[in-house]
C-alpha cells in the first residue's frame, strides 16, 4: 500500500486500542474502491473502442474516427495497468500508465487532424510524444522526485488537450454548434483536471487521487461520446445528402435539369393546394418540338443534347417561380402554370413560350431553326387529376399539329 495511505491513516487513526483493527478495514475499502473505479473505466473505454472501431468500418468514413479508436484502446489498456498493480511494481505501473497516457494524446491529436482537417504534422507529434517518453524513462530511471514527475506528465497532457481545444476550434469540419462546444468544453475541463491534479493531491489532502481518477474518467467518458456524437453527425449529414441526390436523380432530368414526369405526377395535388386559390385556375402546357428529328438524325445526337439544353434554358425564362417545368419526353415537355385569373393569361405564357423557342438555335458554330406545338387544358374546367389534364393537353397538341404546327391551341372537346 502507498506510503502516503500509510502515513493518512496513522494521522487519522492514532495508535490506540482497536487502531489496527480500524487500519486494516480501511486499507480494504480504499483498496475496493480502486478497483472499481478503475474496472468500471476500463470497461467503459472498452465500449467506446468498440463503437469506435465499428464506426471506422462503415465506409467513407472520416479517417479520425479510427484514431480516435486507437486512443482509447490505449486509454484500456492504461486503466489496466492500475487495475493489476501489486504493491512491489506500483512505480513500474505507474511508468507505464504515463507512457501509455501521452501515447493516447499523441493518438487523439492526430484524429482529430484528420477529422477537423486541421495543419497538424504527425511526424512533429510523434517527436514531441518519443521526446516526452524519454524524459518520463529517464525520471523513472533516475528516481526524480514525485513533484516533478507528476508536474511535468500532467503539462504535457494539459499542452495536448490545448493543442486538441484549438484544432477543434478552427477545423473546418461540418459540425453542429452544440457537440463542437460540448467538445472543446469537456477539453477544456480535462485540461483544467490535469493542471489541478498535482497542487490538489499534494497540497490539499493525499487520498485525493481515487477522486482524481472518478472526475477523470467522467470526463473523458463525456469527450468521447461529445467525438462519437461528431462522427454520428457526419453519417446524419452523409445521409440526408445522398438521400437528396436520390431524390434528385429521380425526379430530374439528367440531361436539362428540368424536372421529370414521376415528379409533376406525384407533386401535382400538392402543386394544387399551394398554388392555386378560390377562383383561380391552372393550365398545363403540352409541347413537342417541331422540326427537331432532323436535327437530331443529321447533325447527330450530341447536337441534339445541346439544343434541347437551350430549350430548357429558354422555357425556364418564360416561367415565374411559381410555375413548373419538366421534360416528360425526348422533345416533349410539360408546362404547369398556377394562380391564373382568366384564361387570357394561359394563352398569353403559351404565346411567350413559343417566341422564345422559334429563335435560332446555334450550336458549334452552326444554326438551326426550330419551333413548338403546344396543346393546353385547364384545371378544373378540363379535369382534377394531373392524368386527365395531361391527356387533354396531349389531344390539343395533336390537334394543333394536325392543323399545320407552330402554334397553341386549347382543348375542346
Not at 413559343?354 to 435560332?360: E, N, R, Y
Request: with cysteine; charged share 15%.
Amino acid at each position: 500500500m502507498d506510503h502516503r495511505l500509510t502515513a493518512l491513516l496513522t494521522h487519522r487513526y492514532p495508535p490506540g486500542p482497536g487502531y489496527q483493527q480500524q487500519r486494516q478495514q480501511m486499507e480494504v475499502q480504499v483498496f475496493m474502491l480502486f478497483q472499481i473505479v478503475h474496472s468500471a473505466g476500463s470497461a467503459i473505454y472498452l465500449v467506446f473502442f468498440i463503437l469506435l472501431l465499428l464506426a471506422s468500418r462503415v465506409p467513407r468514413t472520416n479517417p479520425g474516427c479510427g484514431w480516435w479508436a486507437g486512443a482509447i484502446f490505449v486509454a484500456f489498456i492504461a486503466r489496466l495497468t492500475f487495475l493489476n498493480v501489486q504493491a512491489d511494481d506500483a512505480a513500474l505501473a505507474k511508468l507505464l500508465y504515463a507512457l501509455l497516457s501521452i501515447t493516447e494524446k499523441l493518438l487523439l491529436l492526430i484524429g482529430a487532424a484528420r477529422f477537423f482537417g486541421a495543419m497538424l504534422s504527425s511526424r512533429t507529434l510523434l517527436l514531441i510524444t518519443l521526446l516526452m517518453q524519454l524524459w518520463l524513462l529517464s525520471a523513472h530511471i533516475y528516481q526524480y522526485s514525485s513533484a516533478v514527475y507528476s508536474s511535468g506528465l500532467a503539462l504535457f497532457n494539459a499542452a495536448c488537450l490545448l493543442l486538441f481545444i484549438i484544432t477543434v476550434w478552427r477545423g473546418g469540419a461540418a459540425l453542429q454548434s452544440g457537440i463542437k462546444l460540448t467538445i472543446i468544453l469537456t477539453c477544456a475541463l480535462l485540461m483544467l483536471h490535469w493542471l489541478l491534479f498535482v497542487p490538489i493531491s499534494r497540497m490539499l489532502y493525499q487520498d485525493w487521487r481515487t477522486a482524481a481518477f472518478i472526475i477523470g474518467t467522467a470526463l473523458v467518458v463525456m469527450q468521447y461520446t461529445a467525438l462519437i456524437a461528431a462522427v454520428l453527425s457526419l453519417f446524419q449529414q452523409r445521409l440526408l445528402e445522398s438521400e437528396s441526390k436520390a431524390l434528385e436523380l429521380a425526379y430530374k432530368d439528367p440531361l436539362t435539369g428540368l424536372s421529370n414526369k414521376r415528379y409533376v405526377d406525384a407533386l401535382f395535388g400538392k402543386a394544387l393546394q399551394l398554388a392555386t386559390r378560390p377562383h383561380q385556375f391552372l393550365a398545363l402546357y403540352y409541347i413537342d418540338l417541331d422540326k427537331f428529328k432532323p436535327v437530331n438524325d443529321q447533325a447527330g445526337h450530341k447536337v441534339g443534347d445541346l439544343v434541347l439544353k437551350q430549350v430548357a434554358q429558354r422555357m425556364q425564362t418564360c416561367l415565374r417561380s411559381t410555375d413548373i417545368c419538366a421534360r416528360i419526353g425526348g422533345d416533349e415537355f410539360v408546362v404547369i402554370a398556377t394562380q391564373l385569373e382568366q384564361q387570357n393569361q394561359a394563352a398569353d405564357i403559351a404565346e411567350k413560350i413559343l417566341q422564345s423557342l422559334q429563335q435560332p438555335y446555334t450550336v458549334e458554330g452552326k444554326t438551326y431553326q426550330l419551333g413548338a406545338s403546344i396543346g393546353i387544358s385547364l384545371y378544373p374546367n378540363h379535369g382534377i387529376a394531373f392524368t386527365e389534364l395531361l391527356e387533354k393537353a396531349d389531344a390539343a397538341m395533336y390537334q394543333m399539329k394536325n392543323a399545320g404546327r407552330g402554334g397553341y391551341r386549347i382543348f375542346h372537346n
